[in-house]
């Protein structure tokens, strides 16, 4: 065995190792040996099978030909993504998107020519419940969502209202929900607040005003100190329930000051009672006084980010939702292309297997018809010959009496069971 091979192989091992400890995991979280090694890690909500994502995904890379370079962590996040894809299809209900930097660029907008677009109308076609999860918050103030998701709203004019009414939008880290709506004059497919009564069920209620407003004011303070030991160009943006930094320069905030920022926050308000997102967007930092987290079954949804980090505001989506890592838009467009293909071939193997299931109770009705008239026919003839009348001459033999002629009837009964059983038998076995 070469080099190559060698590699290939241990590679392989170690990807069906870890597939072994997901598993383990996800069916007893708090006793496995995965908690053991990392006791931190979250809850898993599906096994993975990471040996076949490896091989598919060296397919196209041929990454385990490589004899001296490992695989990279992109790699690794890659082929944990199409083991995530390949395990939620056939039960996926709700899937989640991200939007800077995930569905399109950070601070851009979704055109109608975005291949996204194509890909959020096919998911809402196949019944699955499309809902993009964004930082965002324009309380009161819609018109501002439809201007950057303008693309998606104009395609689902063309859907029926059934699958309209999956699409969802959820605004400043779950302050605000949106659905989808259509003009009765124009018809332009619009976006309408949802009254938060109706789904928070008393989450970002419960909390006294004064210990938000107390929370918000401890934040800016941590902002204006962090951003001013930094030197960088930013200006202060508060709102009623969030407040955060807005780059006001014409490059990009290193995501090193960012991720301090963030994690400045996270420790300077760690005695507060309202519970606070604190993030890392990409090119700004914001503190919301509420948590990205969702009432929903995680093997039946899927939260696509980029912001998986200590600071990223996809972290906590892990708690609730299976979740599939990404970099850019781009990415986001591969992946789940890859998606609606393994939708569609979950869903071909479910009705092959349904169709096997009703053809098989067809087949074994049908067998037990089939003995049950053979039993009854043979019962009755074997009566009919027990109190027929027939002569010893036409059966061509002497008997001397009924008796002889007929034998007894514990005979008769065991003949009886007997061809009953050679009948079934026989039936089965076709």
Known sequence: MDESTELRVSVLKIFC??????????????????????????????????????????????????????????????????ATTNAIAGKLKLVTFDADDTIYEDGGTVRKSSTMVQIVVELLRRGVVVSLVTAAGYPGNPERYEQRLCGILDALAELTSDERARFLVMG????????????????????????????????????????????????????????KALHLSTRILRKERAVGIINTSNKRIRYENLEEISLTLQHELRDFQVPF????????????????????????????????????NDTRSRDAATTIWISNPQETVHIMTILLRAIDIAREQKETKEERQKEKKRKKKKRKAKVETLASTLA?????????????????????????????????????????????TASLAE
């Not at 890690?41 to 397919?59: G, M, Q």
């Not at 036409?394 to 009948?423: R, Y």
């Open 277 to 312: 997102c604190a993030f890392n967007g990409g090119n700004d930092v914001e503190l919301r006084d509420s948590d990205e987290l969702r009432n929903i079954q995680g093997q039946e949804c899927l939260h696509v980010g980029d912001r998986f980090t200590r600071t990223g």
């Open 380 to 424: 009755a003839t074997a009566l009919s010959d027990n109190g027929s009348s027939i002569t010893s001459d036409a059966l061509g033999t002497n008997v001397s009496s009924d008796a002889e002629s007929s034998g007894s009837s514990d005979e008769l009964e065991t003949t009886v069971k007997a061809a009953i059983q050679a009948a079934t």
């Open 172 to 227: 400043g880290e779950c302050n605000y929900l949106f659905e989808t709506y259509t003009h009765k004059t124009s018809g332009v497919v619009g976006l309408r607040e949802i009254d938060g009564a109706m789904w928070k069920d008393g989450r970002g209620e419960r909390w006294p005003e004064e210990e938000v407003t107390a929370l918000l004011d401890a934040a800016e303070a941590v902002l204006l100190d962090t951003v």
């Open 17 to 82: 190792f870890m597939s072994d400890l997901i598993s383990e995991h996800v069916y007893n979280p708090e006793h496995s040996r995965l908690y053991d090694f990392l006791p931190r890690s979250t809850k898993l909500f599906l096994p993975l099978d990471l040996t076949r994502a490896a091989l598919e995904y060296d397919t196209k890379t041929h990454f385990l030909a490589r004899k001296r370079v490992p695989p990279t962590f992109k790699e690794v996040r890659h082929i944990l993504n199409l």
